[in-house]
């Protein structure tokens, strides 16, 4: 079962594309949510609010120590921001992929906008107060680039997103993302 936070953010969209692959999905909101799952996906949303509330809930520890032991997680725009190790505003994020972050660097909201990239073929890809990948750590892998910066990238358990594959109708990047279980699963 895959976990999907749900403290705020657009995770109803993360559960739309899980339902459409026909995968169990669960809204995660307290330590016992997470602990049922599989693994996790961090939409997109405010940062500084959902780091917050991950520490208000103890579910910061719990998602560091679940990556310590390998659980696959994804986040995207503001949830790449959650994972990365280093951000450029005053916030301590989760610290689990070595990339460093700056927020809104695309600019306002009235800034979004929409292109293709090379990822299993051309993908059609949507940035919305989109962070900016500035630096990835030599273990860091970059699986898709716009403009020559990074904005899909994957270290060993751990894969983010600087755009929004929820908003689309495509569900290759979440269907990647499955792929990560399936270690996990032939283990079981």
């Known amino acids: ?13 993360h559960i739309n594309i899980l339902k459409k692959l026909n995968v169990e999905a669960k809204e995660v909101r307290t330590v016992e949510d997470f602990n049922v799952v599989d693994a996790l996906i961090i939409p997109g949303g405010e940062s500084t609010v959902m780091i917050k509330l991950l520490k208000q809930t103890g579910l910061d520890d719990a998602i560091k120590e679940a990556a310590q032991h390998d659980m696959p997680i994804y986040g995207t725009c503001a949830g790449a921001i959650v994972l990365a190790n280093e951000t450029d505003k005053e916030i301590t ?59 899909l990238a994957r270290q060993n358990n751990i894969l983010v997103s600087t755009f929004h594959p929820e908003l689309t109708n495509d569900t290759r990047v979440h269907q990647y993302f499955l792929e990560m279980l399936r270690p996990i699963i032939t283990v079981r």
């Open 93 to 151: 994020p989760l610290q689990l992929i070595d990339i460093t972050v700056k927020r809104n660097a695309y600019g306002s909201q009235q800034d979004s906008f929409e292109a293709e990239v090379t990822f299993n073929g051309n993908l059609h890809t949507i940035f919305i107060r989109a962070p900016m990948i500035e630096s990835i750590g030599k273990e860091v892998v970059s699986l898709a680039e716009h403009n020559g910066k990074t904005i």
């Open 1 to 13: 079962m895959i976990g999907v936070l749900a403290l705020q953010g657009a995770f109803i969209e």
